[in-house]
């Protein structure tokens, strides 16, 4: 559940701009001195997430979500500051993340890479024959399958 819990505050912004969650006006709260308006965030598929968003820069300023584990409700939550930005989009370079209210580890990011170069065969399968051969991915003809 944890991973879950990680996976869908990286995936935060996305979702919100897709409209896959849900949300709810939960009030105003005050994080380490910032004034921030807090929501409710949920879908269908896993724990609810507490979004607190600074009221003055619009960004978000921690994700908390409740877990339960072998019957013990815990609290995940990770904190987001030194925010700059980068190709156009404001990022937080400093992501602090707690566990029952301990701290347990801090992420520094030094650089962001947006939309890299790749090389696109990274992301072509290798398709085998009954053999276990390799095959290529032109037909004889020259044709892509």
Do not use: C, W
Not at 2 to 31: F, H, M, S, W
Not at 123 to 128: R, V
Not at 133 to 139: Q, T
Request: aromatic fraction near 8%; proline fraction near 6%.
């Amino acid at each position: 559940m944890a991973v879950i819990y990680q996976y869908k505050q990286l995936d935060l912004p996305y979702g919100l701009l897709k409209g896959v969650y849900n949300l709810r006006y939960a009030g105003k709260e005050t994080l380490d001195g910032v004034a921030t308006d807090a929501l409710e965030v949920s879908d269908a598929e896993g724990p609810a997430m507490r979004v607190n968003v600074d009221v003055v820069s619009h960004y978000i300023v921690r994700i908390s979500g409740r877990i339960e584990f072998g019957g013990a409700a815990t609290e995940l939550a990770a904190m987001f500051s030194d925010y700059r930005p980068m190709a156009g989009t404001v990022m937080p370079f400093r992501i602090h993340n707690f566990a029952g209210g301990m701290a347990v580890s801090e992420t520094v990011i030094q650089h962001y890479s947006v939309n890299p170069a790749g090389d696109p065969a990274l992301f072509d399968p290798p398709i085998k024959d009954h053999h276990g051969r390799v095959l290529s991915l032109a037909s004889p003809l020259g044709l892509r399958l």
